[in-house]
């Protein structure tokens, strides 16, 4: 696959069309077994490769493999920024200070020291690689955190951390390749253009494109209205614009697809929700999609470097974060068990092959060795963390299963935690008291005429983290339910098949709500309504 030949294309989209096929039939297996979905699609990548049918050989110098990398790096960049919550930031500054500063940082440090020592590179060499595999993996991590068991002060802090250690990291991997690319001739005048790309072209550009888009949006949506679902893709033209309008000044586009998400992170909530809901997924299938180019034959690389060095390494790698977080975190206000979780859960990925591929890609001496090694350690990590995340899933389901669950009382207004005796319409029929006339929604009058009836309602708040941390705004007495598994925690949670769930978010169309609710009624909640 050296060109973009009318074959290779032909076999480019049928694997895009495979990997979407098999991560949408099996996503739900995957969930529930707590099986890591980057090691399916390593396997897959494996079974295409050069030691399975043959189909697919992927070098370093293959085009596909650039273009595909590079999205990428745009995409996890832009999601790790617009994933933010700039509330949630300012009030964890100091645990957002801690894992990126002491944390993050001091672990890159570290694990750049024992590569210099163990594996004799050179200080640059060793920073690139250091910088590298303390970056975690978005794709992994994500897994976690849509645990809904997570506690609340781990998840803040690992979502912290995810989201703010690329952009930390990615300088130090373009000052390293700087120092390594032009050697004895390097003088003050490259490193103020680095700093003048780094610092001021590439942030630049994305914040002006991500203020452009957002006050565009914004214009249109009230003008004219804009459906939710191209919001999303509006999102994913952002950032490739960003990238675009960057290099054209020969700014960093990276650092400007950061940037943009940023902007519109802190500006425009609903734009982000709509990114999250539709374009994360978009996002998710092209990272899966660059699993599967790495396992067909490169990640593969890293067991053929395979010694007493280098697996020293790879094990050293693993056990600094836990000293370094553990270290950092002592003297903040969560146990010991928190700690233990955000100390271990630090998995390597997606992102630390990205960020090594940029001196491979730009010719940078020594870039295939860095390869080689980052590959040893991620697949480590993906054997040691995604056990732990599959063990940590089983030990859930099991201690879910040795208790039940407490009946959920049903909340009528002004008297939220009592429970109501009073006779309910049979499914998908209404009181004459209580007209709905919506299959699938109800506006706020019928909502008050069904509390005026005596019927058990249970108002659902479905609103994103994002968007229900940023308001303020919180209904007595609603229960709080996942966008992204409501029938789980409606089944967790014991919901009574026979209430009213009168699911609202904080979107105009409620778009959000009515898919919640469109999918509690197909999972036994016949009753379920998006609140209008």
Same mark, same amino acid.
């Given at each position: ?57 992927i070098?370093?110098?293959?085009? $596909? ?26 009030r ?23 590569a210099?020592?163990l594996?004799? /590179? ?17 794709? =992994? ?7 809904h ?29 700087? $120092? ?9 005048? %490259? ?7 780094l ?12 203020? /452009? ?25 952002? !950032?490739f ?57 490169? $990640? ?33 206000? =969560?146990?010991? %068990? ?8 630090? #998995?390597?990925?997606?992102?630390? /092959? ?13 870039? &295939?060795?860095?390869?080689? =090694?980052?590959?040893?350690?991620v697949?480590?990590?993906?054997v ?8 940590l ?7 879910k299963?040795? %208790?039940a ?12 935690a009592?429970?109501?005796? +009073?006779?309910?319409?049979?499914p ?24 005026q009836?005596?019927?058990? $309602?249970? #108002? ?29 925690? &409606?089944?967790?949670? +014991? ?26 009624? %197909? &999972?036994?909640? #016949?009753? &379920?309504?998006?609140? !209008?």
């Open positions: 696959m050296e060109g973009f030949s009318p074959e290779v294309f032909t076999a480019t989209l049928a694997l895009i069309g495979c990997v979407i096929v098999i991560a949408a039939l099996f996503s739900g297996l995957i969930e529930r077994s707590g099986m890591p979905q980057v090691a399916v699609f390593l396997a897959m990548g494996a079974m295409l490769g050069p030691m399975g049918l043959g189909l697919l050989d070098r370093l110098d293959s085009p $596909i493999l650039r273009t595909v990398a590079t999205l990428s790096l745009v995409l996890v960049l832009f999601t790790d920024a617009v994933s933010l919550s700039m509330a949630e930031v300012r964890h500054g100091l645990l957002a200070f801690l894992v990126l500063g002491p944390g993050t940082l001091l672990s890159a440090v570290l694990i750049a020291l024992a210099w020592w594996l004799d /590179l050179t200080p640059a060499g060793a920073a690139i690689l250091g910088a590298a595999l303390a970056s975690t993996d978005p794709v =992994l991590l994500r897994g976690l955190l849509r645990g068991d997570l506690p609340q002060a781990v998840r803040q802090a690992l979502r912290l951390e995810s989201g703010l250690n690329d952009v930390v990291l990615l300088p130090v991997v373009l000052a390293a390749m700087l $120092i390594l690319s032009q050697g004895s001739s390097l003088n003050i005048s %490259h490193w103020t253009q680095l700093g003048i790309d610092f001021l072209l590439g942030p630049s550009a994305g914040v002006a494109v991500g203020l /452009l888009s957002v006050a565009s949006l914004d214009l249109v949506r009230r003008r004219i209205g804009v459906r939710r679902d191209y919001e999303s893709l509006y999102s994913l033209g952002v !950032v614009a960003a990238y675009a309008a960057a290099e054209a000044v020969h700014g960093s586009g990276f650092l400007a697809a950061f940037t943009a998400g940023l902007t519109i992170a802190a500006l425009d909530v609903e734009l982000c929700d709509c990114f999250l809901e539709y374009g994360e997924t978009t996002a998710e299938m092209a990272l899966l999609f660059t699993f599967v180019l790495f396992g067909s034959s490169l $990640i593969w690389q890293g067991l053929t470097i395979i010694n007493g060095h280098t697996l020293l390494f790879a094990v050293i790698v693993l056990l600094i974060r836990p000293v370094v977080f553990l270290a950092s975190l002592a003297g903040t206000s =969560l146990d010991y %068990h928190g700690r233990l979780l955000i100390a271990w859960f630090g #998995p390597r990925g997606l992102s630390s /092959l990205l960020l090594v591929l940029l001196p491979v890609f730009a010719g940078v001496p020594g870039g &295939a060795q860095l390869f080689s =090694l980052c590959c040893l350690v697949l480590l990590s993906i040691l963390h995604g056990g732990s995340l599959m063990l899933n089983h030990r859930a389901i099991a201690a299963a040795g %208790h669950e407490p009946p959920y009382s049903t909340l009528t207004a002004g008297s939220p009592e429970t109501q005796t +009073n006779s309910l319409p049979s998908g029929q209404t009181s004459s008291a209580a007209p709905i006339n919506s299959p699938d929604k109800m506006t706020v009058a019928e909502l008050r005429q069904l509390q009836a005596g019927a058990p $309602i249970i #108002p659902l708040d479905v609103r994103t983290d994002r968007s229900y941390a940023s308001s303020g705004l919180v209904l007595q007495g609603a229960q709080r339910l996942s966008p992204d598994n409501p029938v789980k925690e &409606a089944t967790q949670l +014991n919901l009574p098949r026979d209430a009213w769930l009168a699911a609202f978010c904080a979107c105009p169309n409620e778009e959000t709500s009515g898919r919640v609710a469109q999918e509690l009624r %197909h &999972a036994g909640w #016949p009753q &379920a309504r998006a609140l !209008v």
